[in-house]
């Protein structure tokens, strides 16, 4: 019975066709009249969102540093509270669809470079005032600008200004075509604001829930906004907080006293799948972590050495043992299959190869190298260890230096030859190339700098035809495949737990639970 | 006299620790790799718009200057903003609002483990002393020397394992909103509470136990026992009194710990106390949330040992009176 229920469970979260789950009830000795019935039951509960409810989060980091101001929004607990606050211009739904938020349409001129949003009438703030085409261009115009401390400020680089057309009108200049625009307004950094807010903390936003208390470090509480422009929210209420320790927030979810959670690790998985109460939701992304070898000095700038780095990880046992299969096997680029279309498929994987790694590694010359490794995500330092055994096997010591999270990004990364490096999912390919291979940009961190790369970027963006699109996106993860000095063995899954009584979460993979979506399309059975 | 002038000596000395202790504390963050600019943006950060946090914030001034705003602020009793939550050019979260809620949960917590602990170790101790070899004895010196070697984080997830998750007895998390009153605030405390005493009563009951059969070979103790008088009446009468210094010494440390030093048991439980907010401030180099964390938890000690010497100068007859 409590394995119909899991397979009732994946098909009304749609990990599951039709097809499968008679399959799996068959396998179970449930007959085909029976099976049927509880696909019916299944179905109809996925049908009728229920409202009502509170919905408990608990995220796996928060502290005083907590925001309300989405130009920083920076961890989960962030995004989840801007999802409830706040409205994006556009959203990303289930299967990585664009669909308009506060932004009714969009369109671009020919070239994209320049932009119209219309923006909805009748949305009001939760002061009660109007939303206006002010109050968007006010918003975005914070992300611009060398002086910005915007941590989403890269995706908008090309634009140059905001223009209000007129009071529900806004374009946006931009100083180099990009046909990746919308999709960049996804990213939970994007929330409109109401124009002038000093005091972000009262959360003046437009979104499904009104911000009630504000705590940064302890916990936030949201009511659903009445006054909402659509829709809305099915829960009554949201109470978000922090459980910073894995097993602590396992358990929290297990024993029923939070319903959603998000970072369930390689330890808890099995704790929690074998509950009765909660479940595992694994969404393939292309975020990823890796080692980062520095390419303008010793030993990164010697190409045979990246290579060999590269030909010794075993990305099929990285995934199956170290993730436990809540990953995908890497091709030392960061566009993953979790893209779609957009991911090179035509591209080989680089096999582990110890024989080839001798190879490159004797014809490298070098014969010692220190790697700085902190726990940035979740299995690195398990990856670390299986590539220093690995190397020890063909003759090659590899040093690790183990160093704390804490301040590791302005100490280590970017300065040592060798580091270990964990990159998010971006809203592009072409962003997500961007970010860290745009030759002298300002996340470069293997130092990489390759003028084709460049053309390609600014060119793919301009491109609108879809095959010659996907013909420069291969080109470009080939490039780093190849030139530059970042090992990617695996990307890894966002695994997050959910009480079963919570349904309705949809699939979007840039974060946590449908990247935040959850907060106004999941549901509770009463 | 005596004790009035001891009292002003302790004070001044107190005083002077908090300043030194102040100024270690500063030093110490400041020597951190990173400052709260760095945290706040993270792997986002460009030289740009670190500098430009870092004038929003006042951090480029030099450190010295920035340690002098912060001591004549606090001796005008104005604890500062945190910088970590500020971000923007955003007012910071007041550190005095921020400190409030979590002292109050924290003293919450400390006195409920005080309340149970306390006497209960006291008592299991004395009754240890009494029967000094028997099987009641035995039993108390080896399970406190089991608990005290085991970590509070194992006690605290075995806990979590049987009395949340297998029982479903009492909530994993110790999850309070400062609205919970009666039955609910006992049932959100139990855990953590739980846990702690177990930590500290097994200190408290081997420090009693060991500082009174000390006492029992003593020569007086000795006279007592030849002129007939009950072992009972002995070791509550003569021993206990003697023993007090210490014990009360060993309590007020328990308590200190209970105030600053429970981190583990925090973010086990997610209680949002007072010592996992000065961990998560050393962590954004919240330099002035992490001194008024530090002056509080320095000054617990100073208190609470102070408090000790004082029990101990008052039940000592000897101190009392120094000749």
Known sequence: MKDIRKFQQMYRDGRMGRRDFMAALGALGVGTAAAAGFLTSAKALAATPQKGGTARYANNLHGPDDQMDPMVFTSGIDYTRGRATYNGLIQMVDGMVLAPELAEEWSANADATEYTFKIRKGVEFHDGSALTADDVAWTMSRHIGEESPSTAKALLAAITEWKVMDSHTVKAMLSSPDSDLPAKLTEKQMKIVKMGTEDFRKGNGTGPFVLESFEPGVRSTHVRNANYWREGANFDALEITGITDPLARANALIAGDVDLINQVNAKSIALVESSETARVISTPTSAYTGICILKNTAPGENDDFVKAMQYIQDRDRIVRSILKGHGTVGNDHPVGPAFGPDHCSELPIREFDPDKAKFHLDKSGVTAAELFVAPVRLGIEEISLLMQANLKKIGFDLTIRKVPSDGYWGAVWMKEPMNVVSWNMRPTANAQLAIQFAPHGNWNDTFWHNDRMGELLKAQLAETDEAKRHAMLCEMQTLVHNGSGMVIPAHVNEVDGASNKIHGIPTVPFGALGAYEWVEFAWMEA | ?323
């Open chain 2, 1 to 323: 006299m005596t004790l009035l002038s001891a009292l002003l000596r302790r004070t001044a000395l107190g005083v002077a620790t908090l300043f030194v202790v102040s100024v270690l504390i500063f030093v110490g963050t400041s020597i951190l790799p990173g400052d709260v600019a760095n945290i706040i943006l993270g792997q986002m950060a460009t030289p740009e718009s670190l500098a430009a946090l870092r004038t929003k914030l006042g951090l480029d001034e030099p450190a010295h200057i920035r340690y002098l705003i912060w001591l004549s602020d606090l001796l005008s009793g104005d604890l500062g903003f945190s910088k970590a939550g500020a971000g923007t050019g955003t007012v910071g979260t007041p550190i005095s609002e921020m400190l409030m809620p979590r002292l109050i949960n924290t003293i919450r917590l400390g006195g409920a483990v005080a309340i149970v602990a306390v006497p209960f170790a006291v008592t299991i101790g004395l009754l240890a002393a009494m029967y000094p070899g028997t099987r009641l004895d035995r039993f108390v010196t080896f399970t406190t020397l089991g608990l005290i070697s085991v970590p509070e984080f194992l006690v605290a997830t075995l806990l979590v394992l049987v009395i949340a998750v297998q029982l479903g007895w009492l909530p994993a998390t110790a999850y309070i909103s400062g609205q919970e009153t009666g039955l609910k605030l006992v049932r959100a405390l139990a855990m953590p509470a739980l846990t702690l005493v177990i930590v500290a009563s097994s200190q408290i009951m081997r420090m009693t136990r060991a500082t009174v059969l000390n006492v029992m070979n003593s020569p007086y103790i000795e006279m007592a026992i030849l002129k007939g008088v009950p072992r009972r009446r002995i070791i509550l009468r003569h021993a206990l009194l003697n023993a007090i210094g210490p014990i009360a010494n060993v309590i007020a440390l328990n308590l200190a710990y209970l105030v600053s030093g429970v981190v583990v048991v925090e973010t086990i439980f997610a209680y949002p106390g007072l010592a996992k907010l000065m961990i998560d401030a050393v962590q954004t180099r919240d330099l002035p949330l992490v001194q008024a964390c530090a002056m509080i938890f320095c000054a617990t000690y100073i208190v609470l040992i102070f408090i000790a010497d004082m029990v101990s100068i008052l039940s000592n007859p000897r101190l009392r009176h120094p000749k």
